[in-house]
């Protein structure tokens, strides 16, 4: 747990600040690509309203809160996960609908990242005579919203690499063969973060092979609990494909949700009749930046941020494209579902890292879960410092 950087926050502060944390939980799968904020706000240490923000487009926390006050919010004391936003987008400021209810102290989390904010919005209350403490449960707060952080502070999304394999460290049988490796839950928990990323990436290779779907399998009770629908719950499918080898009767093409082929501009400008009929399979072809057969992957994920506004990337995909993600030295997250099985030495790796002759090429990871999930391991790691470079 993080604490504030100097003492003038209390107990209840922290347990306020807290509550708006899990508040804003509630939305980390529906705000894309919106951060998830959460908000409380307190009279004589009662909590007199609550809010988070929903889905991007609707309300955000603060003013969520503001109408479900239950008494007048008059020198009230707000606590936000998020500094409020100064600026308008889809909805009005929030500093301004603080300002104008009359709250007399605002206590934030962390500092808005984003460039249009950054600090405006606490001048703004501050301004209008509003005291302002901000620093307490910030790191808890920025682990809410890696995408969202990330891609303001560096433009570049925030990347997991998702990886299910065996004892022995295999992903599918020699003849190609992976269902299942991992059990239910551990699929289950797939699907979850699927449902948490704006897009998923795979390559070619694993549209050959397996002819995925790529898309959110979850019960619809579940989906109106995260707060999402049948129809916008599925992240954006990116396929990593230089030569335009995507079938057109690929299972992902005709399902809902968009589908991206990313392929080289040499490959889209010498196939523009192939392009043709692949949009009219409802799936759309981005030229990226490539040496020979193989796609940038920083041009990729270049792509996605600024076009796309893909603050969260999740990858699939086989030993080939998840050994480039690693080797472009862009992946924050490693999860890796272990199942308690052996596949042989002639089954397929987890990574194809060629050029890594000895021991002082390794690639080094820090463990920072690991838990069970049913029979099988899920563990998240992330790589030792100076091994993540900008886009």
């Given at each position: 747990m993080s604490l504030p950087s100097n003492n003038a926050f209390s107990n209840f502060d922290l347990q306020m600040m807290q509550r708006a944390i899990d508040l804003a939980r509630k939305g980390i799968y529906s705000t894309k690509p919106n951060p998830a904020v959460g908000c409380v706000i307190t009279q004589q240490e009662k909590i007199i309203a609550e809010g988070w923000h929903h889905k991007a487009g609707e309300p955000h926390a603060e003013r969520v809160a503001l109408a479900n006050a239950v008494e007048s919010v008059k020198g009230a004391t707000v606590y936000v996960?998020?500094?409020?936003?100064?600026?308008?987008?889809?909805?009005?400021?929030?500093?301004?609908?603080l300002v104008d209810s009359g709250v007399a102290r605002v206590v934030i989390a962390m500092q808005d990242p984003n460039p249009l904010v950054a600090g405006n919005g606490?001048?703004?209350?501050?301004?209008?005579?509003?005291?302002?403490?901000?620093?307490?449960?910030?790191?808890?707060?920025?682990?809410?919203?890696?995408?969202?952080?990330?891609?303001?502070?560096?433009?570049?999304?925030?990347?997991?690499?998702?990886?299910?394999?065996?004892?022995?460290?295999?992903?599918?049988?020699?003849?190609?063969?992976?269902?299942?490796?991992?059990?239910?839950?551990?699929?289950?928990?797939v699907h979850l973060m699927r449902a948490q990323h704006g897009a998923v990436v795979t390559g070619v290779g694993t549209v050959?092979?397996?002819?995925?779907?790529?898309?959110?399998?979850?019960?619809?009770?579940?989906?109106?609990?995260?707060?999402?629908?049948?129809?916008?719950?599925?992240?954006?499918?990116?396929?990593?494909?230089?030569?335009?080898?995507?079938?057109?009767?690929?299972?992902?093409?005709?399902?809902?949700?968009?589908?991206?082929?990313?392929?080289?501009?040499?490959?889209?400008?010498?196939?523009?009749?192939?392009?043709?009929?692949?949009?009219?399979?409802?799936?759309?072809v981005i030229a990226v930046e490539s040496d020979g057969d193989k796609l940038d992957i920083h041009s990729v994920l270049s792509y996605l941020v600024e076009n796309e506004k893909v603050y969260d990337?999740?990858?699939?995909?086989?030993?080939?494209?998840?050994?480039?993600?690693?080797?472009a030295?862009?992946?924050?997250?490693?999860?890796?579902?272990?199942?308690?099985?052996?596949?042989?030495?002639?089954?397929?790796?987890?990574?194809?890292?060629?050029?890594?002759?000895?021991?002082?090429?390794?690639?080094?990871f820090a463990y920072q879960s690991v838990q069970t999930l049913g029979e099988d391991l899920y563990l998240v790691l992330t790589p030792k410092a100076n091994q993540i470079k900008d886009v």
């Open positions: 996960t998020l500094e409020p936003c100064s600026h308008h987008g889809k909805t009005p400021p929030c500093a301004d609908a606490i001048k703004r209350l501050e301004q209008a005579g509003i005291v302002v403490d901000s620093g307490i449960l910030s790191e808890e707060a920025a682990a809410l919203n890696k995408g969202f952080v990330s891609a303001m502070k560096s433009n570049r999304p925030f990347v997991r690499l998702k990886v299910a394999n065996s004892l022995d460290g295999r992903t599918a049988m020699a003849n190609g063969e992976s269902q299942w490796i991992t059990g239910s839950e551990a699929r289950h928990q050959l092979a397996d002819n995925p779907s790529l898309n959110v399998r979850l019960p619809e009770t579940e989906l109106v609990e995260l707060g999402l629908t049948a129809e916008d719950c599925h992240p954006l499918r990116v396929v990593l494909d230089a030569n335009l080898s995507t079938p057109l009767n690929a299972k992902m093409l005709s399902l809902n949700g968009r589908t991206l082929l990313m392929t080289s501009k040499e490959t889209a400008d010498q196939n523009l009749d192939l392009v043709e009929q692949f949009y009219q399979k409802g799936a759309e990337v999740m990858v699939e995909a086989g030993a080939i494209v998840a050994g480039a993600f690693i080797q030295d862009v992946v924050n997250e490693l999860h890796v579902f272990a199942a308690p099985i052996l596949m042989g030495d002639m089954a397929k790796p987890m990574f194809v890292l060629p050029g890594l002759g000895e021991m002082a090429d390794k690639k080094v």
